[in-house]
């Protein structure tokens, strides 16, 4: 593989989780072979020149004894990602130059595929949907938040092949995809068609009494913009009060997320404090002066998570809100994209992150104010009636 040429793209928390958590590379492989009677051992050591060694051993075995052809761009790929999942870092992952094209073209909002946030359940090991997109295939085949996706066309998929099975997920619009999915003792078995798919990273409206509502599904590119022209028009109805909605928001950019908080945060207010692996400290503040001046409440929920808490985290230390729902997933740790000379790409961990008054995130996440939870038959619905949401009536009645 040619020298890597590292380009920094931005800091990114992923709504879509993607990891593997076997080791690739063993100290020493007892290969064995049973030959009738007798029984054949080979072993294989690394030496002192490291895997570059271990692996040429590997390959001396496999040209002499492999029965298939060999692709190299295979052998490649699975050899650099095996490696990068020995970290044990779930967020930590290497992406194929195909991959890097399937993530860039999702982090703009638009793709092919059925339409579902899509995470790994890491106590479980199982692919987990954080939640379908509104008026997608998903969304209309009744796909629910908390479902399992155990197989897709037939062939089963655990939490650390999330991106195998996303993979599969995908294709050209039109054609189909089935998927076995378990909800809690039920097996369903569903076939979705594959569409075109934009996602809406924010929604808005007025609510009774002149409060203002905005949902983010996402934190992905322009959707601080987004954010911002949706302000402004909420402003001009008269808007005397905000909630923000950021439940079953997997997360997304840093970098949108800090704008959003910049829009109402006091110039020179911390935002977020990042921590690298050497403990140096970054501090990320406000940087122009605030456009929202009325009371606030964020909705959260345990999808509420990565870019999510980093932007429920600066608006409540600053005293900018007020906390409604439920405890979030708990992700704390701030991803780097680098992209590879050939199209390829490493996602790595390199921060873990603090509120502005440093509370700690990861695997904790945060308490709300005020907890709400949502009635237990809603807890899977997608579009509840607002007069049911309890979370949304709590700050309602709050903002009141």
Excluded: W
Aim: charge should be negative; aromatic fraction near 6%; include cysteine.
């Amino acid at each position: 593989m040619s020298q890597e040429k590292r380009q920094k793209i931005y800091k990114v928390i992923m709504l879509l989780v993607i990891a593997c958590t076997i080791t690739f590379v063993l100290t020493t492989i007892l290969v064995y072979k049973n030959l009738g009677e007798t029984s054949k051992y080979i072993y294989v050591s690394a030496n002192d020149k490291g895997i570059s060694s271990t692996i040429a051993s590997f390959r001396k075995i496999i040209d002499k004894k492999f029965l298939g052809e060999i692709d190299e761009d295979k052998l490649l790929e699975g050899a650099i990602k095996g490696y990068v999942a020995g970290l044990g870092d779930p967020y930590t992952e290497y992406m194929t130059k195909e991959e890097m094209e399937d993530f860039n073209v999702e982090v703009q909002g638009n793709f092919v595929g059925i339409g579902v946030y899509l995470t790994k359940d890491t106590v479980n090991n199982t692919i987990m949907v954080i939640s379908p997109i509104k008026d997608t295939p998903a969304y209309e085949a009744g796909i629910k938040p908390g479902d399992i996706i155990s197989k897709v066309d037939g062939v089963s998929y655990t939490g650390e092949q999330l991106t195998e099975a996303t993979n599969k997920i995908k294709g050209e619009e039109g054609t189909k995809v089935k998927l076995e999915i378990m909800r809690q003792e039920e097996i369903i078995e569903l076939e979705v068609e594959r569409k075109s798919v934009k996602i809406n990273h924010v929604e808005s409206e007025m609510l009774e009494s002149k409060i203002g509502y905005i949902k983010f599904n996402t934190f992905d590119e322009g959707c601080s913009e987004e954010f911002k022209t949706q302000l402004e028009n909420l402003k001009k109805d008269g808007m005397k009060a905000l909630i923000i909605d950021i439940r079953n928001n997997g997360g997304g950019l840093v970098s949108e997320t800090l704008d959003i908080a910049d829009y109402i945060v006091e110039k020179n207010k911390t935002l977020l404090i990042t921590v690298d692996k050497d403990n140096e400290e970054e501090i990320e503040k406000a940087e122009e002066d605030p456009i929202v001046n009325v009371p606030i409440v964020v909705l959260t929920n345990e999808n509420s998570a990565s870019a999510s808490e980093i932007l429920a985290g600066a608006l409540k230390d600053n005293g900018k809100a007020t906390i409604v729902g439920t405890t979030t997933y708990g992700k704390g740790v701030i991803q780097e994209l680098l992209t590879l000379n050939d199209g390829s790409g490493l996602k790595i961990t390199t921060n873990e992150y603090f509120t502005p008054n440093r509370t700690k995130i990861n695997k904790i996440g945060i308490k709300p104010d005020y907890e709400v939870k949502l009635p237990e038959e809603l807890e899977d619905v997608i579009d509840i009636q607002k007069n049911e949401d309890t979370q949304l009536q709590k700050a309602i009645e709050l903002l009141k």
